[in-house]
């Protein structure tokens, strides 16, 4: 799994998660659960993640809607 984008917005990870639903890409959210150590304020950033062999077709689909990339 290759890390696609890191934020602390739920709601560009929601978006984002549904863009790649849209192409047949799956992804996987992780540190989801960590607003329990933080206390649901929001600092602790959300990764969202893709398989190897889909990771181009990701990030085209994340460039081409305006949507920060991790470039790694």
């Given at each position: 799994?290759?890390?696609?984008?890191?934020?602390?917005?739920?709601?560009?990870?929601a978006?984002?998660?549904?863009?790649?639903?849209?192409?047949?890409?799956?992804?996987?959210?992780?540190d989801?659960?960590?607003?329990?150590?933080?206390?649901?304020?929001g600092?602790?950033?959300r990764?969202?993640?893709?398989?190897?062999?889909d990771?181009?077709?990701?990030?085209?689909?994340?460039?081409d809607?305006?949507?920060?990339?991790v470039?790694?």
């Amino acid at each position: 799994m290759k890390e696609l984008i890191r934020t602390s917005d739920p709601t560009i990870v929601a978006f984002a998660t549904a863009l790649l639903s849209g192409e047949d890409i799956e992804c996987f959210e992780m540190d989801v659960h960590m607003s329990v150590l933080e206390g649901s304020i929001g600092i602790l950033p959300r990764r969202l993640m893709v398989r190897d062999g889909d990771l181009f077709r990701a990030r085209t689909v994340m460039r081409d809607n305006d949507i920060e990339i991790v470039d790694r």
